[in-house]
């Protein structure tokens, strides 16, 4: 069973002013069609412009106006089941700097609906499980920057979601942080929960994900097993080229 | 579940807007040192305009008579005249270089015998309507020695009777201050509520919320609930400040009026449009940066227009037309109608729709151009 299905999306930031203009239109994705299976980690990976980011926030709903369908879970999005089955941890630290790792948890928690024990006790296992509990009552400020990739992690689990979206999930962070985000994703991973992993790092893709997605400017250039790909570094930089992307 | 959302959001919000002191130091401390200060700044500008004013005046006796003794001392204890001692051998025209005397009264040798009048000197930029009134007490005080009238104001008290009308359109400096800088402060709200809004769109946390099950109606009132309640704090707090501490300072009292309970509704209102003017600043910047210049330009400008800096009844007529641009003036005229006027609530009306209708325009706008993302 398909835990995603993404099928034929087509998507502008240009507003329709922009694109009569302009004479044209620049697609950010473009008959953009992927899945990823229940209970697998799927990496998506591609260039800076790829569009990765943007299909992420299709995924959650967070960008409108596209054509095509998202499928979560047998949910066609927009929908709320599919929005609560699904957690997400942007690629910007999302939290809020001058309130405690628990007091951001208990404000994403009721908006995710949770009850206030749900909070409590969820609160409780996603900081042991992100290696914070120690410092829940500290503010986010005075985090270092694995500390908050963590937190931007253990509230993207707070709901205990089906379908997990990371988008680089380790940017920026040190070794022993990085070692601990990905324990834990394995640990999750093995309880049933499918993960869609946005990432630059081929090592850890080709090394945690089961299957992979790669896309260049908007559009699927290869989707399929991660075994059958020898060596990912070179076999990125073969579809995609060695060109620069500053664009 | 929306409730609880929007309660989750007023909490949130509180929290960090608590933990930044600039922030308690912008909305609460900044308005409770204007309303002192500029209370008793106030106070030497145009409090003689409700109270009646000492002058102060120098005497000279040159004659030292009998009668000359009897109108120096009249002069000396009438309680609108302040005696100044000028410093020994001082020429009299450096009488008024000298900064202190506003008039100096010489009674000259040969005053008994009518032979040489009573001279009074004024300082070149005394108030014309003070040298009338002491020009006329000296009239008075020099007829009651000369005549042997023992008090000119009883023999003609059957003549004329003085009656003033309680002041209701001019408010004492403290009146005047403690509405004026608490509105002023409530509209200096748009600097944190913008800068909090265009902080969580820069760094995702606004995106993360639509990755709920919330509704961005839901984000907006989460956004904007919290300040107006933080504005209504702000108001009720300026409000003990003016009634409780600030007389102890300034040495008056500060009057709530007879409908002292008009304020809620005046509260409720004047928040609003303050609340509105905070999502335009939020809708119109670009950056954080630009927040505080917008914000805080906005609010000192319609803060000057409005009558908070300089008092509206003082302005000169054109100003005064130009204040009805402000929703300063109007919120300021309508606690001045509760606080002031004892002004019936249909009188206040007016001034809460239009002040209504700022806010609603301030939301209309806000709404077509705020971009969530």
């Keep these: 069973m398909k835990a995603l299905e993404i099928s034929a999306i087509t998507f502008s930031y240009n507003s329709p002013a922009d694109k009569s203009a302009a004479g044209g239109n620049e697609y950010a994705l473009r008959n953009f069609s992927m899945s990823v299976e229940k209970g697998k980690i799927h990496a998506l990976l591609g260039p800076n412009g790829a569009g990765k980011t943007t299909l992420m926030k299709i995924i959650t709903g967070v960008l409108r106006g596209y054509s095509g369908e998202v499928v979560i879970l047998g949910n066609k999005m927009p929908d709320n089941r599919a929005l609560v089955s699904t957690g997400c941890a942007p690629q910007t630290i999302s939290l809020y700097m001058t309130l405690t790792a628990r007091e951001n948890l208990r404000f994403f928690g009721a908006m995710a609906n949770l009850s206030d024990e749900q909070i409590a006790k969820r609160s409780e296992e996603v900081l042991a499980q992100t290696g914070l509990a120690e410092h829940a009552d500290k503010l986010v400020v005075t985090y270092s920057g694995g500390m908050q990739r963590r937190l931007n992690l253990a509230v993207a689990l707070l709901h205990a979601p089906k379908l997990l979206l990371l988008d680089e999930p380790t940017v920026g962070v040190d070794p022993q942080s990085r070692h601990n985000i990905y324990e834990t994703l394995n640990r999750l991973n093995a309880s049933g929960m499918t993960i869609l992993l946005s990432t630059h790092i081929m090592e850890e893709a080709a090394r945690f994900c089961s299957s992979a997605t790669l896309a260049d400017r908007g559009k699927v250039i290869y989707d399929g097993l991660m075994c059958e790909i020898d060596n990912l570094e070179k076999f990125f930089l073969e579809k995609t080229g060695r060109g620069l992307r500053d664009d | 579940m929306i409730r609880r959302q929007l309660m989750e959001f007023v909490k949130k919000e509180f929290l960090i807007m608590f933990r930044d002191k600039q ?296 100003m005064k037309k130009l204040a009805m641009i402000s929703p300063i003036f109007w919120a300021h005229q309508a606690y001045l109608d509760v606080f002031l006027r004892d002004a019936a609530f249909s009188t206040i009306l007016p001034k809460l729709a239009v002040l209504t209708l700022f806010a609603l325009a301030c939301f209309f706008i806000a709404g077509r151009r705020i971009k969530w993302m």
């Excluded at chain 2, 040159?62 to 020994?88: F, G, M, T, V, W």
């Excluded at chain 2, 020695?145 to 003033?164: R, Y």
């Excluded at chain 2, 400008?301 to 509206?312: D, N, Q, T």
């Design chain 2, 23 to 318: 922030t308690i130091l912008l909305l609460f401390i900044m308005p409770v040192a204007l309303i002192v200060f500029m209370t008793l700044a106030l106070k030497g500008v145009y409090a003689d305009r409700i109270n009646e004013r000492q002058i102060h005046l120098a005497i000279e006796n040159e004659s030292k008579s009998p009668k000359a003794n009897l109108l120096e001392e009249k002069i000396k204890s009438h309680k609108l005249i302040q005696r100044i001692d000028l410093p020994q051998g001082m020429d009299r025209d450096r009488i008024f270089e000298y900064g202190k005397a506003d008039a100096l009264v010489v009674i000259p040798k040969g005053f008994d015998e009518g032979t040489q009048p009573v001279e009074i000197y004024f300082d070149p930029v005394f108030d014309p309507g003070y040298k009338i009134a002491v020009r006329s007490l000296m009239t008075s005080l020099t007829v009651e020695v000369v005549m042997g009238i023992d008090n000119l104001d009883a023999v003609v008290a059957n003549l004329i009777v003085e009656k003033t009308k309680q002041n209701r359109d001019i408010p004492s400096p403290l009146q005047q201050t403690v509405p004026a800088y608490a509105i002023f402060a409530m509209f200096f709200i748009a600097i944190p509520m913008s800068i909090g809004f265009l902080k969580e769109k820069n760094e995702g946390t606004l995106q993360r919320l639509f990755t709920y099950t919330v509704s961005a109606n839901t984000v907006a009132l989460g956004k904007i609930i919290p300040y107006y309640i933080i504005n209504i704090i702000q108001f009720l707090l300026m409000m003990l400040v003016g009634v409780y501490i600030a007389p102890y300072i300034v040495g008056s009292s500060f009057q709530t009026g007879n409908h002292f309970w008009y304020f809620i509704p005046v509260t409720l209102v004047v928040a609003a449009a303050t609340t509105g003017f905070g999502v335009l600043v939020a809708a119109l910047a670009k950056t954080p940066e630009q927040c505080p210049t917008l914000a805080a330009t906005g609010a000192i400008l319609m803060g000057v227009l409005g009558g908070i800096m300089v008092p509206y009844f003082v302005m000169p007529m054109v």
